[in-house]
């Protein structure tokens, strides 16, 4: 999902990606905790000047360590949401901690709230953790020891609640949203859940200037973007997932059998003005597709011998009749391509679905739900 980042390694085969934003602000925070090191160590009610690692060293491996707990968290939300059988593409890393990027959305408001609360509930248990040991075995740690664990323990557990925090979409708006969600719709309830989130950003915003803090201000930009997105894809999802593919979908497509010659499909290409066809084979089963491109890269004289199954492309993208409409967007989006072959059980073509007969369904039901509004308002306006 996001560019501009590596995989450093798996986790419970889930891949821990660092984007380049995050090589940016690891530095910048190592400087932040050295330049602040004597305000943590008076904070820890250590002696000043008690620490004998270089403060910008020290800064450099709290903010290593700091956001390896933020992998944990976010490994927390993962997991929880494997257990509701969500898949879990990777976790990234990035500017401001960490992203889970999850294959769907949770089905039941219920398992949403888990997912979200697992992440805060790692960062406060792991934080406590912390200073119980702190308190209970001082004595067995050097001054750098301690300022470690005991920055790492209050970092934590600020994390913990700065994400349940109701400012969608963090970890406690999703939460407010599930918790919305058990009286009205899902989509209301993130309408609700989103607004909420936006007086945060704004909160936050306004925080952030009036103390001159940009960390503040970036939070609050992401906190609005995010909660903008999310009600957007939201919207988009509810109004696709009412169609199915077969409702949607081109039928009757003209196919051609893949045991002809290249000279006869550039003949019924000029003659029906297709730019592609999907193939068959002599039971009339789908073995791939063939376009205008595929023939580019034949030579002319060629055209009268080599049959069209020597030039298809194989690896078609298939959906079938009866998933969702939503789905099929989906699958469209990810490959990256123009057009779905739509084929049932037994392999056989029903139709193709292409982006604009998506766009087509989002039209249908959009115009819709403008003439339902229209016929709720007509009788206060008599
Ligand atoms: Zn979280």
Redesign the pocket.
């Known amino acids: 999902m996001f560019k501009n980042s590596l995989t450093i390694m798996k986790v419970y085969g889930i891949p821990i990606r660092l984007h380049i934003s995050f090589l940016l602000i690891l530095p910048f925070m190592a400087v932040a905790i050295g330049n602040n090191i004597e305000a943590i160590a008076d904070m820890a009610n250590l002696p000043a000047g008690g620490l004998s690692i270089n403060p910008y060293v020290l800064g450099f491996i709290l903010a290593v360590l700091l956001f390896i707990s933020v992998v944990f968290?976010?490994l927390?939300?993962s997991l929880v949401a494997r257990s509701k059988g969500i898949e879990i593409r990777d976790i990234t890393l990035m500017l401001l901690?960490?992203v889970?990027q999850m294959e769907d959305d949770a089905r039941e408001p219920e398992d949403e709230a888990w997912m979200?609360f697992a992440?805060?509930l790692f960062s406060l248990v792991f934080g406590a953790f912390l200073f119980l040991v702190l308190w209970n075995f001082r004595g067995l740690f050097n001054n750098d020891l301690q300022i470690v664990i005991y920055y790492l323990g209050f970092m934590n557990i600020f994390l913990a609640f700065f994400?349940l925090l109701p400012a969608f979409p963090?970890?406690g708006g999703r939460i407010l949203r599930s918790l919305i969600a058990r009286k009205t719709s899902y989509l209301k309830a993130t309408k609700i859940a989103t607004s909420v989130g936006k007086f945060f950003a704004l909160l936050f915003g306004l925080l952030g200037l009036l103390m001159g803090n940009l960390i503040w201000i970036l939070i609050a930009f992401f906190i609005y973007i995010g909660a903008s997105q999310e009600y957007q894809t939201k919207l988009v999802k509810d109004t696709l997932s009412d169609f199915r593919v077969k409702d949607l979908m081109t039928e009757n497509v003209s196919t051609i059998n893949e045991n002809l010659t290249i000279k006869y499909l550039i003949d019924k290409m000029m003659e029906e003005r297709h730019s592609g066809y999907p193939v068959v084979n002599d039971q009339g089963e789908l073995t791939g597709c063939v376009t205008m491109e595929d023939v580019k890269s034949v030579p002319r004289e060629e055209h009268s011998q080599k049959r069209i199954k020597n030039i298809m492309t194989t690896d078609i993208i298939t959906v079938q009749p009866e998933d969702d409409l939503f789905a099929a967007f989906k699958t469209l989006s990810r490959a990256d391509i123009g057009r779905l072959m739509v084929v049932d059980q037994t392999g056989e073509l029903k139709g193709i679905m292409t982006r604009s007969d998506i766009m087509k369904g989002y039209r249908l039901k959009m115009l819709n739900q403008e003439q339902e509004n229209k016929n709720k308002i007509e009788p206060f306006g008599r």
Request: proline share 8%; aromatic share 0%.
């Open positions: 968290h976010e927390s939300h901690g960490g889970a979200a992440g805060p994400n963090s970890d």
